[in-house]
């Protein structure tokens, strides 16, 4: 999922060091810790919004962080209106960067009651798709939002999780993940399984957003666990020393749970200096890590 180490060259490691124990009796093979392929990103949504791609991809370096999530109608213009010659330029720039383009974050959600626009969705999350494919990303996020009055709760929930099968089968031929936001309305985990119980595509992940409702009715923990099984390669995060969410009990819970992804910061509020403070997250995050793995 992940080219920090990337999961090919962590094995590839393993493997060698197993042959190297292999030639040396009594020699003791280290387990790898926990949480050892998990990293840190960026998703463009105000940190970054406004930063051509140049820009995104220099001040990223500059923050050591190396992956992002780009943010649809935003100022780095990944979108699916671009040309093939378009798209090829910006594989290039990230081939040419230690920065990995992770996602695309579409607006993209399918809960309407009208049919013409739920199609309108899918086929607008399918040129996503396409785009994530040929820019080198490896998924899509979209939205399952919210409930209407006049549909029952059920009908909304097995409308969104057959939405996100027929993307799923899509995205087989682009090698995507379709990454479905814990957003909205519909975003009590609860919920949230009971789409995922209907969207069983294999390329359908959740990806986790760090909301309040995390911590509502039985708790984090088993919130968290009712969904951990269908983990993307993205969850969202807000600045990890804000006090209003335990995100030391969520990276413990990542870490425990071997979690092989990019934590992305996703965050509303504009900071003066946001690469400063990109860089002190992705600090903030190495030490969160190391504490949850030393437990």
Request: charged share 20%; with cysteine.
């Amino acid at each position: 999922m992940i080219s920090q180490p990337s999961r090919r060259t962590f094995l590839q490691s393993l493997g060698a060091a197993a042959t190297v124990a292999s030639l040396a009796p009594g020699a003791a093979l280290a387990a790898p810790l926990k949480g050892a392929n998990m990293a840190y990103g960026l998703v463009t949504y105000q940190w970054g919004k406004d930063w051509d791609l140049p820009t995104l991809i220099k001040n990223c370096e500059q923050a050591k962080v190396y992956g992002v999530e780009l943010r649809t109608t935003h100022a780095h213009g990944v979108e699916p209106t671009l040309s093939k010659i378009q798209r090829e330029e910006v594989v290039k720039r990230f081939n040419d960067s230690p920065v990995q383009l992770v996602s695309l974050g579409s607006n993209e959600r399918f809960d309407s009651p009208d049919p013409a626009v739920l199609k309108k969705a899918i086929e607008t999350s399918k040129e996503f798709l396409r785009l994530a494919h040929d820019v080198g990303a490896t998924g899509v996020k979209v939205k399952p939002d919210r409930f209407y009055p006049t549909v029952a709760h059920e009908k909304t929930i097995a409308q969104i999780g057959g939405a996100l099968n027929e993307l799923g089968e899509y995205a087989t031929g682009f090698g995507q993940q379709v990454r479905l936001e814990v957003h909205g309305q519909c975003g009590e985990p609860a919920t949230i399984k009971k789409i995922m119980d209907v969207a069983d595509n294999e390329n359908v992940a959740v990806c986790w957003n760090s909301n309040a409702q995390d911590l509502e009715g039985p708790g984090l923990e088993q919130n968290f666990n009712l969904l951990i099984k269908r983990f993307g390669a993205t969850c969202h995060v807000r600045p990890l020393d804000d006090a209003d969410y335990p995100y030391a009990q969520l990276i413990q819970l990542l870490v425990d749970a071997d979690y092989q992804g990019w934590l992305m910061l996703e965050d509303g509020r504009m900071v003066a200096d946001p690469v400063e403070q990109l860089a002190r997250q992705a600090i903030l995050f190495k030490k969160m890590v190391a504490a949850a793995q030393s437990k």
